[in-house]
Structures are given as structure tokens and as C-alpha cells.
């Protein structure tokens, strides 16, 4: 009798206390987020974060964003529901976003400084934590599957630039033109950040962050303004009104019905990036990052804060040793990016299948399969 009383106790202090503050994060708990027909699957998938106001975008695109985010989602979620792994749905769905032109991953990759579009991608299976990581590519039609590739053909976990397209070709991995990726969209945004740095340069223009801070790097996401308080120009600049703000890098993550969990992000980049940059979409730990003991994540945003902070990485590690919920740690995770003054957002699910998903940008392209198996697509805060 003393035991099951104390048994009683020491289920009431480890398992309640996490039940409340996973009501209280304004999400859906365990049990309201698995769904009848397939309590262990989930899927959720991003499109990038960034300054996306109600209004800035037609009627018209929005719609087609809608549409794109909503065939992902629901080819990821089928595949896991005809019993394909996470790491299936994954590739499956990002494929498709780096298929359209409406986002900066794949066909739709931003331009960087030189008028070069510059791939990254990576994937983790968070099984047995293995990885793959591709980055700097100018010809790889889908660079997640190179990315998956490198994970389960090669024994390293990260290949860049010629080497990664060789390997791409050795695989058989389908190489395009670079001239592919060209979108009068995304070069008449760089067109117009180039302007604008000419400007900078020559004194005509200036430009400050809103918190006081300098900045000289590529900026997407993040809040520049024109102002004539800045005293030393910046050598590269992006402004968040131009359009190239609205676009991002897309991820997905996914738990199957082994329990198994995965990650994956694919990028351009960010618009007039120095070549050769690198940002935290193939890096893992800070743009991708899945653990089965924990979460998955996949990250998009102002790269350089994220690689930092290790994002995707600190929210399983919250998980782990702080036990939070997943959206409490995917929330504590971006507020130290806002600390820091970057900005971006995650999306993550956990081993039971709860989802987090936080940004601290105007507003991030996500969709999600909720607990009655239907397809949910947001953009807005
Ligand atoms: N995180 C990406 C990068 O820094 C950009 C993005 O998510 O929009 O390369």
C-alpha cells in the first residue's frame, strides 16, 4: 500500500507539472494533438519566416502559397500514412517546395551578391542521429536528396560546392543548368538591394537597425531601416519592405509510426549573401537538427543568430535536461535569438507527436496535420 501511494506521488510531481505547461503554451497537449486514426504520426513543414503583414501579399498569392504549403504537407502525411519513414516524408514534401518557384529553396533560391544562387540543405535522422548536409551548390536540382544522400551514401555528413555536385552526379542525383534557378522575381530583388548599397556606399543613404546596432551582413529578415544616423556604411544590406523579405528557406519534420523522428531544411540562402556564405540551414544543430529521446526541428531565419545559438540543437537540449514541452523550448530557443537581435522561427514535433512551432518575424508560411488528420495552413502571427 505504501508504495502505490508513493507511486501515486512520484507520477503527480514528474508527469503533472509538464501536462500544465504544456496546456499553458497555448497549443495542443499530447493527447489532443494525436490523432485516432494514427496516434503516432505528425507532420509539420515551414516555407520560411520573415515580414509577411496581412496585405502584403495579393489575394491571388496568398492563395497560391496556401495551395503549395497544403500539397506538402499532405504528400508528407500520406507517404507516413502508407507507412514510409519520417525521413521519406520529409524529402517528399520538401522536394516539392524546392519545386516551386514560390519559395527560396530549390527553383526559387535568392539571388547572393554576384547573381548566383548558392544552395544549402540538410537532413537528420533522429533514429540514430545521423546526418547529411550539402551546401553551396549551383546545379543540384533537389538539394535535400543530395543532403540525404550524403547520409546514407557516403560516410561524411557534410559536402560542399564542386565536390558535393560531383558526388551528386556519382549518385545520380539529377544536376540542371544553373541558369534553373533564374526567377525574374528574386533578381529584380537583388537588383534593388544593389541599388540601395550603391547608395549606402556613395553616402547618398544610410541605414541603421532598429535597436541602435550595426550591421554588415545580408539582412533578410531582419528590421533595417533607412535612416541618417548610421556613421559607417554598411558593405552589404538588405531593407525587410523589399520583397525578397516575404520568401524563405523551407523545412519539414515528421515522426512515423516506428517512433522515429526527422528533420530537414533546404535554402537559397539569404538575397545578396556574400558568395560562399554559408547559412544555418545545412548545419546541424542550428538550422536542422532530430533526436528520437527528444524533438525534431527545422529553422529558418536570420542564419548567422541561428548558427550561433545552435538553435535546433538547444531546443532538444531543453527538452532533454530542462524537461520543458516542446513549445515552451521552441519558444525559449527564439526569444534568445530576439536577445541577440536576430529573427526567424521553428517549427518542431516531439516523440509523442505534440508540435511547436515559435517565430519572432512578422509572420512564417507553416503547415501542420492536426489531430482529425486534416491539413491546417498558416502564414500570419
Ligand atoms: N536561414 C536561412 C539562411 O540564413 C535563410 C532563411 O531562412 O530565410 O541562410
Redesign the pocket.
Known sequence: MKKFFSAIIIFGLLVLPSAVLAQKSGFPSMRQLQSPQNPRLGFVIHG???VITRGSLSPEKEAEYRKKLEEAVVAGYKALQAGKSSLDAVEIAIRILEDSPLF?AGKGAVFNHDGINEL?ASIMNGKDLSAGAVAGLHRVKNPITLARAVMEKSPHVMMIGDGAEKFAAEQKIELVDPKYFFTQERYDALQKILEQEKKVKSGESRVERKNGTSQNMTT??SEIRNSPTLDSPLSTLDFSELPSNK???VGAVALDKDGNLAAG?S????TN?KFG?????PIIGA?TFANNESCAVS??????Y?IRLGVARDISTQMEYRALPVQQAADSALEKVKKLGGD?GVIAIDKFGNIGISFNSEGMYRAYIDVNGKPVVEIYK
Open positions: 520560411g519566416a520573415g527560396n544549402d533578410p529578415n520568401f524563405g528557406t531544411t535554402t537559397g540562402g539569404m549573401k556564405r554559408v547559412g544555418d540551414a538550422g529553422a529558418t531565419g536570420w542564419g548567422e541561428f526567424g
